[in-house]
């Protein structure tokens, strides 16, 4: 492929001092004002588009603060460009300026093309690291789009759902419609796909109140991956913190993916729906030292990253993706707070989840509670507002940092995680805890003065099984990915019902589809913020692959035509449970102190098959499968918006783990004169049949089932009129 023809071309605009901010590509009516950060650069040039690949340079000539501006009258929206900057190349020294690469904007607000393997993506020659490669990039990567968009927001206002009040459905762009009866075959896979009423319709009969995306941030495959012939499907291999996927567009990538994100958010708001984004600033796509020169490499290549301690021509690697952003510099730190302000005002959306959140919070080497990172995000008056969750750990050492990050961050509870597959799984770890993962996780989270809500509860995420195969795999299958199923991890706390893979055994599938209850029974009932994997609800398989993260096609997309409808309807049953009983969402920790008026209840019991309170032997029985969580809804400890206590009715709850059928005893008073069973996971969509009413005493459980009652109390005389 040859490369476009390059210098000053005649007619090309002259170029203004222009200003040094806002950094990016800014069209103001009548021209475009460029501005890049680069400390070490000596030189930038500005790399002008036309549609055949025509390009034009135009020599910055103005620096201020570091950052290289220039603005060309006439140049406006639609305008792809680039920059070539020039410097030394001495990646011993940490350098790795190359002008023959074309580097994208790393604020550029919309990106064009698609990255196309080569070996000129490199930046250094690969038979002597030490000399710059020649050959032209330019054909091969992606560009920068000048964009302008006035987009009429009228009428779309912040939700700010409460925490409390909060259902997160974590599902990715392309794989909710791709396959999507309803959705017209060119909107599929796209922004406006997610914003069709076909799938708007499922998120609000389902009950969810927010959709937290995988990255939309535009990303690019790993070179690797396309050597094989596959793609980065995830989208956790990010080029452009600003710009909006582009291959999630269904009207073009000269700028109308804006467009169309926002009125993706704009519709999902006006459907009572959060859009949180799933971002990924603690790397980038450009790999490790042997990796592709896109942006940030050429740009500043020290300024922007982690190098190695003892070996600058390396990168200190806390992500295992090659590099880390070194977020301790003032102009990567302003890269991040710029982007997370810019989706904010700009895109509208309502809080991110920040992957692999603890290589962030890095000062020197150990995770720190003070880094500035911290600092600047508690004291941001737009981004501190928003919904922000923490996936608490990243591989290096000292990474795991599940309960250690401050307010007002809530975090991804691995720990919950864990623990509820340990227990559904028949793993003999007792009831100890899943107490402590029940009742929102105190002992990670009460210490700092954060709330229940801090605790992010999932089963299962886009990361490993889906529900379906975590109950039907033991091992995972992952040949498909060609890394000869090295990849994914190998202990997953699951257990495959007997049989692994698919069966038509009657006895195996009846079992497989009541464990997918427990499973989302348990999350749904807990105290926290719980967080549905997309298709979970629809029984959605994946063949047993568990790290599917290259996989764009069927294996990942959700099969509507093989939807699980009585899963679906016991999913939404247990949501509207869930929404309709503030006991079940607390919005403050227990306390487990009796509950005055209440004859001698506790705003929190635990009781023992036998029908008493568990004792201190009960609490460290590994053997112990069985355990009643009785919630009074008269001990709640927060109040309306008036000020008013909230009452609600009171819930004993059992989780029975064990196979075989058990005799359980429900308390007498003062806990309960009798209870409504409400939810049980032995019947197909939870709903028992009639009647529900049981009295105190002895009951039998089934086996590996969930039991949701509801007490049931004399109703309370009325005040006599005086």
Not at 203 to 208: A, H, N, P, T, Y
Not at 499 to 506: A, F, I, K, L, S
Request: proline residues 7%; negative net charge; hydrophobic residues 35%.
């Amino acid at each position: 492929m040859r490369p476009p023809t390059a210098g000053v071309q005649a007619g090309t605009p002259e170029l203004w001092p222009g200003s040094p901010a806002p950094l990016g590509a800014h069209w103001d009516g009548t021209g475009t004002n460029f501005a890049l950060w680069s400390a070490g650069a000596s030189a930038v040039d500005l790399c002008l588009f036309d549609p055949d690949g025509t390009e034009h340079r135009q020599r910055l000539q103005e620096t201020t603060h570091q950052v290289w501006h220039g603005r060309l009258p006439g140049v406006g929206r639609g305008q792809r460009y680039g920059y070539r900057v020039h410097g030394p190349h001495d990646p011993a020294s940490g350098a790795r300026y190359n002008p023959a690469k074309l580097l994208l904007d790393p604020y550029a607000r919309a990106v064009s093309g698609d990255l196309v393997l080569s070996d000129a993506l490199v930046g250094h020659d690969q038979r002597d690291p030490h000399l710059a490669d020649p050959r032209d990039s330019a054909p091969f990567v992606p560009r920068g789009v000048v964009v302008h968009d006035s987009f009429p927001w009228d009428g779309d206002t912040r939700l700010d759902i409460p925490w409390s009040d909060t259902v997160i459905y974590e599902v990715h762009v392309k794989g909710a419609t791709a396959l999507h009866p309803d959705v017209p075959p060119a909107l599929r896979g796209t922004y406006a796909g997610l914003a069709h009423p076909a799938f708007v319709e499922h998120l609000v009969s389902l009950g969810v109140t927010a959709v937290e995306l995988l990255p939309v941030h535009h990303f690019v495959s790993e070179t690797h991956l396309l050597r094989r012939g596959l793609t980065n499907y995830w989208g956790y291999n990010t080029l452009g913190y600003f710009a909006p996927h582009a291959a999630y567009s269904s009207i073009g990538a000269d700028g109308g993916q804006v467009t169309e994100f926002k009125a993706m958010v704009k519709t999902l708001h006006a459907a009572g729906i959060e859009v949180v984004l799933d971002v990924v600033y603690n790397h980038t796509a450009e790999g490790d030292h042997t990796g592709p020169t896109l942006s940030f490499k050429g740009i500043d290549n020290g300024g922007y990253y982690r190098l190695g301690r003892e070996d600058l021509a390396r990168y200190t690697d806390y992500t295992g993706c090659g590099n880390t952003l070194d977020v301790r510099r003032p102009a990567v730190l302003a890269l991040l707070m710029d982007s997370l302000r810019y989706w904010v005002t700009e895109m509208h959306v309502d809080g991110f989840r920040f992957d692999l959140a603890s290589a962030l919070a890095r000062s020197m080497h150990d995770v720190d509670r003070l880094s500035a990172f911290f600092d600047v995000v508690h004291q941001d008056p737009v981004v501190s507002t928003v919904k922000l969750i923490a996936e608490p750990w990243d591989v290096g050492e000292g990474g795991y940092q599940v309960g250690n990050f401050p307010p007002p961050w809530t975090e991804w509870n691995g720990r919950y995680r864990d623990t509820v597959r340990d227990v559904w799984s028949g793993a003999r770890v007792g009831v100890r805890d899943l107490a402590y993962r029940l009742t929102g996780s105190s002992d990670l989270y009460r210490f700092d003065g954060r709330r229940p809500f801090a605790s992010v509860n999932f089963v299962t995420a886009h990361d490993g099984f889906t529900l379906a195969d975590l109950v039907s795999y033991e091992q995972k299958r992952n040949e498909a990915n060609g890394e000869d199923n090295r990849d994914g991890e190998s202990h997953n706390r699951n257990w495959n019902c007997g049989v692994e893979g698919p069966t038509d055994d009657p006895e195996v599938t009846t079992l497989r589809a009541r464990q997918m209850r427990n499973l989302l029974a348990t999350l749904l009932l807990s105290t926290g913020v719980p967080m549905l994997t997309a298709g979970d609800e629809l029984g959605r398989t994946q063949g047993g692959n568990n790290n599917a993260y290259c996989q764009d096609g069927e294996t990942s997309w959700i099969d509507w035509g093989a939807m699980d409808a009585d899963l679906w309807t016991f999913v939404s049953r247990v949501i509207a449970l869930r929404r309709a009983s503030p006991a079940l969402r607390q919005e403050a920790f227990f306390e487990g102190a009796e509950v005055p008026g209440s004859g001698g209840t506790r705003d929190l019991a635990w009781f023992a098959p036998n029908g008493e309170q568990l004792t201190s032997g009960d609490w460290f029985d590994t053997g112990l499968q069985t355990i009643g969580m009785y919630l009074d809804g008269r001990g709640l400890r927060h109040r309306d918006q008036r000020g008013r206590p909230v009452v609600d009715s009171s819930w004993l709850l059992w989780l029975h783990a064990g196979a075989d059928p058990l005799e359980v005893v429900l308390p007498g008073a003062p806990w309960g004169d009798g209870y409504e069973l409400v939810l049980a996971t032995e019947y197909p969509t939870g709903a028992p049949p009639q009647p529900t009413a049981v009295a105190p005493g002895p009951v039998q459980l089934p086996g590996r089932s969930v039991w949701a009652l509801r007490v049931l109390r004399p109703p309370v005389p009325q005040a006599q009129a005086g």
